[in-house]
């Protein structure tokens, strides 16, 4: 059988270990969008965190088995289309992620001085998309909305000392700009509670601990919470209980002092509060502060959902960044897509209506849960098409040609593929780079370039 996948994050990759590993005679093709491999392994997770993108390793065994192959700067839906992947595949998997954010919705988002969780990462960790983002960094109050992790890194990066940056991945210009920041101060934003936070106790004990920069949490926010949280989870416990920990400490003095005049770098979390409207400065030109709803907590736990009093609270801030989840994108008409919920409709990653169409990871179950979340639901997709080729559910008695036709079509539209050997030589011009400059690579951040860099 010839299966083909679409998207090379971990989604894809996943989906086509387990693919391999469990069919002896199974050959699967790799289709990526841009030329280099790896979606959020390589531009979602934080340079500051490199133990995390170890799977690349494992990923770059399965693209050198003989039965897999790599095709990138290969856009789906454009270059070549789902039904004509279909014709050349026995079976097709989708697991293309989220290449957008959900909207605040809101009155002044669209002010200079505002941008996206996904567009900063993206920013920051060289995503070709976003390198011409340029944000404000020149006032000294920075907000973000939203209570994840991706907030947290974002905020960890905002206020990191230089000198450990240095020794990442961050792109050169954006370290570039970090170093002439302003920002002193971060406050993290959520519609809800304490116990209604998506951070992990890993994120916050790391933002607790970084170097220079102090933590500022009101001790009013979690009266009552011992109790409140003596049947929740263990995760979920330990969390709160570090929350209120650090709230409860007192600053210490002696850091200031040691610091010298210079007040320290600071971060806090601000609870049920939601974003109204983003506050324009006087000439109306970029955004100067944000306008929020207080709100009241109706339900307990997970479920609880956040009302507005009524009450209204202004905080002075010159740059908004908002970190609200990430969403997909129908990718071809030919292709059944849900767009409230933004996912492609499926039990347990087979598309609905469509037969031998498949998909996995964000596009199929939404933008939620971290890499090991993503490799469970691969292999769950991965599991559903092996069982319907078992049970006869697909027909493999025609033969597909696969990237054969898959070639020739690309070709008659322009378009020339890159290999993992490709990607290969880039990965080495990037190392060396890196060498060069003390880090651990120095990412290329335009397609062209890497093109040039294969001869292309």
């Keep these: 059988p010839r299966v ?38 390589r531009f979602g997770v934080a340079p500051d965190h490199p133990e995390v993108k170890n799977v690349i390793n494992t990923f770059t065994q399965t693209a050198r088995s003989e039965r897999c192959a790599y095709y990138g700067n290969v856009t789906v839906g454009r270059d070549v289309t789902v039904p004509e992947l279909r014709q050349a595949y026995h079976a097709v998997v989708l697991s293309y992620g989220a290449e957008d954010n959900r ?3 809101i009155p002044g988002e669209n002010l200079p001085g505002v941008y996206s969780a996904r567009a900063f ?55 570039a700009a970090l170093a002439c920041s302003k920002v002193k101060r971060v406050w993290l ?56 920990k650090t709230a409860l400490e007192k600053p210490v003095e002696m850091q200031v002092a040691a610091a010298g005049a210079a007040a320290p770098r600071e971060w806090g979390l601000k609870f049920q509060r939601s974003p109204q409207e983003v506050l ?75 037969p031998g169409l498949y998909c996995s990871g964000w596009v199929k179950r939404g933008p939620t849960g971290v890499i090991i979340t993503t490799m469970n639901d691969s292999f769950d997709t991965a599991q559903s098409l092996l069982e319907d080729l078992h049970g006869g559910v697909l027909d493999i008695s025609p033969s597909r040609e696969g990237f054969g036709l898959v070639e020739s079509i690309l070709h008659s539209r322009g378009v020339r593929p890159v290999s993992f050997s490709d990607w290969e030589k880039i990965d080495a011009a990037e190392v060396a780079r890196g060498k060069a400059a003390g880090k651990p690579r120095e990412k290329i951040v335009d397609p062209a370039e890497m093109l040039r860099i294969i001869g292309h």
Aim: neutral net charge; proline residues 7%; hydrophobic residues 40%.
């Design 280 to 354: 324009p400065s006087a000439d109306g030109r970029r955004a100067r502060g944000i306008r929020m709803a207080l709100t009241r907590l109706e339900g307990s736990g997970d479920s609880a959902k956040a009302i507005p009093t009524g009450d209204v609270e202004e905080l002075e801030c010159g740059l908004v960044l908002s970190s609200i989840g990430y969403r997909s994108l129908p990718l071809d008409p030919a292709v059944p897509f849900d767009s409230q919920r933004g996912v492609i409709p499926n039990s347990s990653g087979r598309v609905e209506g469509v």
């Design 189 to 244: 934003v959520g519609r809800r509670g304490p116990l209604q936070v998506a951070f992990t106790i890993k994120e916050l004990r790391e933002m607790i601990n970084l170097p220079g920069a102090r933590a500022v949490l009101d001790p009013a926010d979690f009266t009552g919470l011992e109790s409140a949280v003596k049947d929740a989870s263990r995760p979920r416990k330990r969390l709160t209980e570090l929350m209120i």
């Design 4 to 41: 083909c996948v679409v998207g090379s994050g971990p989604a894809g990759f996943y989906t086509a270990q387990h693919i391999l590993k469990h069919h002896g005679g199974a050959l699967v093709d790799i289709y990526e969008k841009l030329p280099v491999p790896f979606g959020l392994v």
């Design 103 to 105: 909207v605040l919705g």
């Design 121 to 175: 990462v993206g920013w920051y960790n060289g995503l070709p998309e976003n390198q011409d983002l340029k944000p404000d960094l020149s006032c000294e109050t920075a907000l973000i909305l939203g209570h994840g992790n991706v907030a947290l890194d974002i905020a960890r990066i905002l206020l990191s000392p230089l000198h450990l940056l240095r020794k990442t991945d961050i792109t050169d210009s954006s370290l």
